[in-house]
């Protein structure tokens, strides 16, 4: 069945790196995507990776893509205070537009 | 990408009566969804607008408590009816473009008493 999970919560400094991970169940995904909300905001697009691929990068963030173990991540080099928001990862199924999102990842940057 | 406004932002309605939310698209598209995300939680796919026919409705939501209108490719409706508290979540729509990306409104905040 369709199901995209991920840890709820992560904490990191100011500088350091943060890596958020997600694993989904369903071979048949086409794009997985990471989304960024901010407290009382919507919906940002942050990155997306084509399921045949294996590593996307655009400036800071680095996605790396495991077909095999169906394990996506996204790496956030020098986390600044401005990265702290919820992190969903989601997925496209075949020729679908349905997003399926996972539950989101709290990420607190500290000072 | 397409920059995508709604009205309203927020509101809070009283149990028994029903919300229109608006989603408007600078830019003509063929995908629109409409997607709940209730307290806490993630978000969940309601509907895909269709232009011209009905909305095609994911399990466990029906047009009778929320129809949707789709009048052009860069306009749609959402209406909440017979709202109860356990309606209160943030509403989004999103317009998908042809490289398989979603892009997301603001969101309109309800809070139902």
């Known amino acids: 069945g369709e199901d995209v999970e991920q840890s709820l919560f992560l904490s990191v400094r100011e500088g350091d790196s943060s890596v958020i991970n997600c694993t989904y169940t369903d071979s048949s995904s086409t794009y997985l995507y990471w989304y960024k909300q901010e407290p009382g905001a919507g919906l940002q697009l942050l990155t997306y990776?084509?399921?045949?691929?294996d590593m996307k990068q655009d400036q800071r963030l680095t996605v790396l893509l495991n077909k095999k173990d169906k394990h996506l991540s996204l790496r956030i080099a020098d986390t600044q205070t401005g990265d702290s928001a919820i992190y969903f990862c989601a997925e496209t199924l075949d020729s679908s537009y349905k997003l399926i999102f996972g539950s989101g990842t709290r990420l607190l940057v500290r000072p | 990408s397409a920059v995508i406004s709604q009205k309203p932002s927020r509101d809070i309605c009283q149990r028994g009566t029903s919300l229109t939310i608006q989603c408007q698209v600078d830019s003509q598209v063929t995908m629109m969804f409409w997607y709940r995300q209730q307290p806490g939680q993630s978000l969940t796919l309601i509907a895909t607008?269709?232009?011209?026919?009905?909305?095609?409705?994911e399990s466990g939501f029906v047009i009778d408590k929320f129809p949707i209108s789709r009048p052009n490719l860069t306009f749609s409706t959402l209406t909440v009816s017979n709202m109860s508290p356990e309606d209160s979540s943030i509403y989004l729509c999103s317009v998908g473009t042809g490289q398989g990306t979603q892009y997301f409104g603001p969101g309109t905040r309800l809070l139902v008493l």
């Open positions: 990776i084509f399921s045949n691929m």
């Open positions: 607008a269709n232009q011209g026919s009905e909305a095609t409705y």
